[in-house]
């Protein structure tokens, strides 16, 4: 019996171990950073394998078009513009009731997790909705 838990506390630290290893290498390879230059504010997919991205580089929103081959840039915006577009969104969200804008269904949707009692925890669907798109994105067959 004291065996078998001694080898319960060596393997759960060899995997704790490990984890913060591989925690290391990603932090060093700029993996995970939410304060980074880039940020992707909203995206639609439009295709098996294309995409329509809002992202601001610094003080600049760029709209670009990204299949399996390129990535094309297809406007430039205003960058106030989107701020307002996003507070209108996540306000909207908050009430219930449809964006100032209209509400296009299918629109961009942004990829800030919404308010709640469960934002950002394991029981958050948008967590494991964003999860899965990007599982989806790895295992398409070419």
Known sequence: MTWMLIRLVLSLAFVGGVLWFAARIARKRGMGQANGLVEVVAAQRLGRASTVSVIRIADRVLVVGATEQTVTLLAEMDGEMVEATLADRE????????PAGGGVPGALSPR????GALAGSVFDRGSWGGFVQQM???TVRR
Do not use: C, D, F, Q
């Open 91 to 98: 306000l909207a969200a908050m009430t219930g009731s449809a």
């Open 112 to 115: 800030r997790a919404p308010g």
């Open 136 to 138: 989806r994105e790895r």
